[in-house]
Structure formats: structure tokens, C-alpha cells
């Protein structure tokens, strides 16, 4: 169902919708993009992506796509088996040293379309088949994500393309993958359970050396949607001698798994987006024992800042593990500007501090745990206030507001978008000195909505307040 050739088209093309998401990782840095479209209009990506891969994502029956600043492409796309077999072709020709396919129970869900799997999207977001692909010079960009590491990666990795497979609509047993592809078997049948089972978690955490063997405490939680807790524990269970564990018939949600021992680091070690039916995840890990960190937090002229809120961020332990925490290790400064934690692991972090009215020159003191007596700045800063006005134009529902350094964000610069209040105003608060441009644009957005940048210079000032006008 490529476009250059003679197969039959889809009857029905899915009206375009152009989005574009931000994820703020801190409240100063605007880090990662997320820019997709529904429907299936042919997209000019040959040119950055592997050879072949355009084959696959201008397909006729890819109902979406989506696309991360730090991470691969995405198309997704529904069709039989018939359909499948031949886009399994023509991934084998992919320009790609590692391929791999992932095969899963049932039918899946647009990311794009379904994002927190709201009950009355769920149809219109099915999906059989997602194709992620990472475009030929996207790791350059990403590699900047570990700028600030003592050890970043030197030479590009195997960056494998995947396509998962739902098998709802799909009779994996007259698939045909050719040769030189990877398999991944994600079904419940292929791990020992059925159907009865439903929504199926388990996995094995690696025992700590020198100790008899541990045993540890697994809790899946729910992520909250708007005006609920952030977390909302599900189910509690404990691991074997040997590390290994399983939960059945779990609730469809975003999922949280979090594992606990005694005298360890608690870790998040994933995240599952489960469909209301059957299907498997596993979750390997192992956890690291606590140290401690300790610090303190001064203003340029040494006078020491109480109440700042201090976290530790690329938080990685051997061998080059990411370490995520459930309380994302976070602790606040004392009268003095001291702070302490005892329940950090042993590894190498970034300190982040923030604090209102505050500012901290770039992604923070990089470390090694355990550490102590850390000393760290934080420098006046000022604020940008932005009001949209309408014009008399009906507002839209959603308007965004977006800030950065004039020049272009860069890693480690202040940046941010945010969606205007009901009185159309939005300040950014903690704002470096220095040299800014402000815009602003509907969400969804399209360029010609864009408003024209606006220059502002906080050298001098401490607070600007602008008006931008909406187009």
C-alpha cells in the first residue's frame, strides 16, 4: 500500500491534524518537542531518514505519526496480514544494521491519537502496527542530551528500527519475516499465561553481591490524570528467593512499577500503557545500595539560601544505568543552605537547584555519589510577563506562550511554553539575564498561526512585561 504502487487506497484519508506537545523536565528547560499529524498525507522525509524507510511510513494505511526532539520516528497504521507481510518486506531492506520485530497481543493504540488513554478514544485510536526509525542525523541532537555527563557516549550506538505488531487483526502464524530480523515475542501464550490472565506484569530483580539473597517489594501504581494524585498504588507483592515476580489482571492505565529492598535505593524501573485486554510486560532491574550527598547553596556574595528545592537529575549507576526514583531524589536546603540525603545510590548525578526569584547558570554540578560538602550558587533573576491579545478574535481554546534565548535554545539555556490563563496572561518566572524572544500560537498551531517574534532584554531589567498579538 505504498503510494507508487498499484495496490488498492484506502477508501477513507483521516483529516490532517498538525499538533505540537512540550514536555518540561524542569520548570527552567524546555528539553523535548512532540510534533505529529493524523492521516495518512505523504510526508518528504526520504532525505533524513535510512534508505527504505519512506517505503514504510508513506503507506496508505498509516492513520498517524509522531515525532520526539530526543527520541526515533513513529508511524502507525492498521491493515491484515496480507499488509503486513508486506511491509515486513520492505523493512528487511531497510538501511539499518538491526532490525527487530515486537509481537503483541490484541490491537494497539495510537500514541498520538490516545495519548492518556481516554475510554471514548479508544476506537478511533486502534492500531495493528507502529513503525519507529530513528532519521540519519537525529543522534547528533540527542547525543547533546549528555552534554553535562563525565562520560558521554563517544561513537554513535546501534540505534535498531522496530515495528510492533498487534495481532488482533493480524494471524501471526502466516507472517513471514524474512531473514536477518529479530523476533520479540510479547504474547501472553509465548510466556506461560492465557487470556484468564489479563493485564500481566512480572520481571526479575538481580541480587546485590556479598548478601544473602533479599527480598523485595514490588508496587505498580497508577499515574493520575488532572485532579487526581500523581501516583494511586494498585497492587503490592513480594519477589521470590530468587528476585522473580508476577501480578495478573491488573486494571488498564499508565502504570508505574517501583521495587524496594532494605538498605537499597528505591527505583522506578518502568512504565507500562496498558489497553483494557489481555497483554504481557516484563520488567528486569537491579537495585543499588544508598549513600549520601550533602551540600550547601549560597547567593553569589556567599549569604546562605534556605528552602531551596534540591534534586538530583542523570542520575546513573554501573553499567551505565539510568536510576529513577519515585520521590525523583529531592530535598530542600535548611537555615543555613545545608541540605543532606542518605537515600541516594552510589553512581554519578547533575545537582539541580531552584528556588523563586532564582536563577542557576546552566544544568547544574555534576557528581559522584556518595559526595559531601558540595557548594553551589544561585543568582537573582527576573521575570517575563506575557499578555495575548486577541484583537477582538474569538480566542481559541488552548493558546501557548513560548520563551528563549534569542539565538535559539540550546541545552542548559532558560526556555519554556506554557498556555495562557483565562485572563490571556502567563508570566515566566526566574528568568536568567540576558537577551530573550517571545511568540506565540494556538495549540493545536500551524506556522502561519505563529505570532512574529518579540524581542525582550533582561540585562538591565528584572521584569518585562509584553504583549504579543495573536494572528
Known sequence: MFRDEG????????????????????????????EGEEGNENLRVGHRMPKGADRI???????????????????????DTKAMNKILADFAKLDVK???????????????????????MIKAANIDWEFAVWPAKKWETSRR????????PREKPDLPAQIDVYTANIRWSEVVVPAGIEVIDERLEAHGFSAKDGIVLEGRIKKLPGREPTVYTVRVQRLGRKGEPDYTELAVTKSNAAGTWVLKNLPAAWLRVVVEAEHCVPRVVGYARCY??????????????????SGRVTDPSGVPLADVDVRLDDVVVEPNDDYESPTRFTFKTDVAGRFRSDQVPAGKARVWLYKTGYSMAGLGKSVTLPAGEIEMQLMKAG???????????????????????????????YGGTATIDAK????????????????????????REV???????????????VTIKAK
Open 98 to 120: 538491526t532490525k527487530r520485530v515486537v509481537v503483541h497481543d490484541g490491537v494497539g493504540q495510537s500514541y498520538l491519537i490516545n495519548m492518556n488513554l481516554h475510554s471514548e
Open 276 to 293: 483494557d485486554q489481555p497483554q504481557w510486560r516484563s520488567f528486569d532491574t537491579a537495585l543499588v545500595r544508598a549513600v549520601s550527598v
Open 383 to 413: 521575570s517575563i510577563r506575557v499578555t495575548v491579545d486577541f484583537n477582538g478574535k474569538k480566542r481559541p481554546p488552548e493558546y501557548m506562550v513560548e520563551v528563549e534565548p534569542e539565538g535559539g535554545n540550546a541545552i542548559g539555556t
Open 145 to 152: 542530551m549528555f552534554a553535562g555527563r563525565d562520560q558521554p
Open 424 to 447: 490571556n496572561v502567563f508570566v515566566f518566572e526566574n528568568v536568567p539575564s540576558g537577551k530573550y524572544v517571545v511568540k506565540g500560537h494556538p495549540n493545536p498551531t500551524s506556522e
Open 7 to 34: 495496490e488498492d487506497a484506502m477508501t477513507r484519508t483521516l483529516a490532517g491534524l498538525l499538533v505540537a506537545l512540550v514536555l518540561i523536565l524542569t520548570p527552567q528547560i524546555a528539553l523535548a518537542v512532540i
Open 57 to 79: 511510513i508513506n503507506r496508505l494505511d498509516r492513520i498517524a505519526w509522531w515525532e520526539a526532539d530526543f527520541g526515533p520516528f513513529q508511524a502507525e497504521g492498521r491493515g
Open 451 to 465: 505570532t512574529e517574534a518579540l524581542k525582550i532584554d533582561l540585562r538591565d531589567v528584572k521584569a518585562a512585561d
